[in-house]
């Protein structure tokens, strides 16, 4: 299987909101996405990109994606967050997802970074066991913690 991997276009995002709705499916959260394909265009591709997209390219069809962005941290400076990488189910275990994430890596290590993060649902075994072959530590004992938009709307009001 002869697949490419490159910098995401503008005119991916359809595809690439397709992928970010199998991961949510995946997930056991369908009804989680919000993002729409206006989003994805404008907040990747406007004059200060919020994130940076690699796909990987079968057939004129992109089969799997890794979405990233910069991030600071007090500890260690410059780092990355993988927010996700996905790969059509149909196409798992075809070395997508690998070079994928190879590709990810070799980015932040350019770039300087001290380290690269993402998040794994725990119950997400070969995610994990990638994650962990590919040498990753799995910190269990810190929880992700979020204010959602509602969150945040009840935060404002309440303090004001």
Known sequence: MEFTIRQAEEKDMAQVLELIQELADFEKEPDAVEVTIEDLK??????????KCLVAELNNKIEGMALFYNRYSTWKGKTIHLEDLVVRQDKRGTGIGSALFAEVIKYGHKLGVKRIEWVVLDWNTPAVKFYEKNGALILRDWDTVQLDEQGIKNFIANTN
């Open 42 to 51: 404008r907040d990747g591709f406007g004059a200060q990109p919020l994130f």
